[in-house]
């Protein structure tokens, strides 16, 4: 069982940044590919970014390429997402997951945080 829990959300102006973690508990975070999703208000959950359990590999979905980034500390069972350049529309819940199989449907990951809400002022 891995447990979950986000941090970083919060209000910023459009244009700004914030820094997303989220820390497993877990003696085996290393074997897990992470992700993070979101889901705005009234709509599904969708995919956001990925990282390979080295963290070599990051995947990222299309209205967030070249403004966010993901990493991760696998010595402090630790992922981020680093979001730069910010709009309205990046408003919604984010939730990080871990799954230990390469994919970018909600489906594909079996466990998830509880979510940290970002606001974005226009």
């Known amino acids: 069982q891995v447990q979950l829990v986000e941090s970083g959300g919060g209000l910023v102006q459009a244009g700004g940044s914030l820094r997303l973690s989220c820390t497993a508990s877990?003696?085996?975070?290393?074997?897990?590919?992470m992700g993070w999703f979101r889901q705005a208000p009234g709509k599904e959950r969708e995919f956001v970014a990925s990282?390979?359990?080295?963290?070599?590999?990051?995947y990222y979905a299309d209205s967030v390429q070249g403004r966010f980034t993901i990493s991760r500390d696998n010595a402090k069972n630790t992922v981020y997402l680093q979001m730069d350049s910010l709009e309205p529309e990046d408003t919604a819940v984010y939730f990080c997951?871990?799954?230990?199989?390469?994919?970018?449907?909600?489906?594909?990951?079996?466990?998830w945080g509880k979510g940290t809400l970002v606001t974005v002022s226009s």
């Open positions: 877990t003696r085996t975070f290393s074997a897990y590919r």
């Open positions: 997951a871990a799954s230990d199989r390469v994919g970018v449907r909600v489906n594909d990951y079996d466990y």
């Open positions: 990282i390979s359990r080295g963290g070599f590999g990051q």
